[in-house]
């Protein structure tokens, strides 16, 4: 069923302005960081003289350099460890048929409703009594447990919408479980995989309480942590603290513009198969 001309005239409509309210505040932010230190702002402000000071003292101030290298350390060592994990889970699940495989999925799924709020201050008792507080290991590990219930959901549903004939000649052809997986399941699996390398990665960067309790050293805060201290020190200078926020959130937008095409598809092969 095609959609009608007036269909096709509201729905362009609501796009224009579901971008504009998300662009305004990027926007309004931009504009901001561009004025000098200091700089009394309302509302969105186009600077007369813009200038990158504000980017220069909030580099300096915050030691943003040695956040975003925490940061992107921790980024690094969750993505590939969660998302093995979570590709060998949901085969294990979907393609061959473990044992209690239901009950064990019905636990990932109740993992997908508990909030990092209520598991922050146990896990931290918890990593404190092995020493991994205050340790990239810890938060990895944290980390990496805190996204897996949705690894393995968003796996297990593409592996279980995967041709199950092409399974089986690869089986009748004598190919074990790891070269069913390797070979046949994962080259078909590219565009499901790197959206959840995306999102571990994006989620990774984004956390703030998680890191906030599990390190308390500053010479290992990630950045968004970083970023809520450095919003307590200046608080009524906006244009740095724009600046500040610019910085933090520049890697994640590369990261998306990079990896675009191979998320969209993904979201999209998702959304048909579901």
Same mark, same amino acid.
């Given at each position: 069923?095609?959609?009608?001309?007036?269909?096709?005239?509201?729905?362009?409509?609501?796009?224009?302005?579901?971008?504009?309210?998300?662009?305004?505040?990027?926007?309004?932010?931009? +504009?901001? /960081?561009?004025? !000098?230190?200091?700089?009394?702002?309302?509302?969105?402000?186009?600077?007369?003289?813009?200038?990158?000071?504000?980017?220069?003292?909030?580099?300096?101030? !915050?030691?943003?350099?040695?956040? +975003?290298?925490?940061?992107?350390?921790?980024?690094?060592?969750?993505?590939?460890?969660?998302?093995?994990?979570?590709?060998?889970?949901?085969?294990?699940?979907?393609?061959?048929?473990?044992?209690?495989?239901?009950?064990?999925?019905?636990?990932?799924?109740?993992?997908?409703?508990?909030?990092?709020?209520?598991?922050?201050?146990?896990?931290?008792?918890?990593?404190?009594?092995?020493?991994?507080?205050?340790?990239?290991?810890?938060?990895?590990? !944290?980390?990496?447990?805190?996204?897996?219930?949705?690894?393995?959901?968003?796996?297990?549903?593409?592996?279980?919408?995967?041709?199950?004939?092409?399974?089986?000649?690869?089986?009748?052809?004598?190919?074990? /479980?790891?070269?069913?997986?390797?070979?046949?399941?994962?080259?078909?699996?590219?565009?499901?995989?790197?959206?959840?390398?995306?999102?571990?990665?994006?989620?990774?960067?984004?956390?703030?309480?998680?890191?906030?309790?599990?390190?308390?050293?500053?010479?290992?805060?990630?950045?968004?942590?970083?970023?809520?201290?450095?919003?307590?020190?200046?608080?009524?200078?906006?244009?740095?603290?724009?600046?500040?926020?610019?910085?933090?959130?520049?890697?994640?937008?590369?990261?998306?513009?990079?990896?675009?095409?191979?998320?969209?598809?993904?979201?999209?092969?998702?959304?048909?198969?579901?």
């Amino acid at each position: 069923m095609r959609a009608t001309r007036g269909e096709n005239v509201v729905g362009y409509l609501l796009l224009a302005l579901m971008t504009v309210v998300t662009l305004v505040p990027f926007a309004s932010i931009l +504009l901001a /960081s561009l004025h !000098a230190p200091g700089t009394l702002i309302a509302g969105l402000s186009i600077p007369t003289s813009p200038s990158l000071d504000s980017f220069r003292r909030a580099w300096t101030a !915050a030691s943003f350099g040695r956040l +975003l290298i925490n940061s992107a350390i921790i980024g690094i060592c969750v993505v590939p460890l969660a998302v093995v994990l979570a590709t060998l889970a949901g085969y294990a699940l979907a393609v061959l048929r473990v044992p209690a495989g239901g009950f064990f999925f019905r636990l990932f799924l109740l993992g997908l409703t508990l909030p990092v709020e209520l598991i922050v201050v146990p896990l931290y008792f918890d990593l404190r009594s092995i020493g991994l507080t205050d340790t990239y290991l810890g938060v990895v590990l !944290a980390e990496s447990a805190l996204f897996l219930p949705f690894g393995v959901f968003w796996m297990r549903t593409h592996f279980r919408t995967s041709p199950r004939e092409l399974v089986e000649a690869a089986q009748l052809d004598g190919a074990g /479980s790891f070269t069913v997986l390797t070979r046949v399941l994962l080259p078909l699996a590219g565009p499901a995989v790197s959206t959840m390398a995306v999102l571990f990665f994006m989620w990774s960067w984004n956390q703030f309480l998680l890191v906030l309790i599990l390190l308390q050293d500053p010479t290992t805060r990630t950045a968004p942590a970083g970023l809520g201290f450095f919003v307590g020190q200046y608080t009524s200078d906006i244009p740095v603290l724009c600046a500040g926020t610019l910085i933090v959130i520049l890697p994640i937008f590369v990261v998306y513009l990079l990896f675009q095409r191979k998320f969209i598809s993904g979201m999209l092969q998702g959304a048909v198969k579901g």
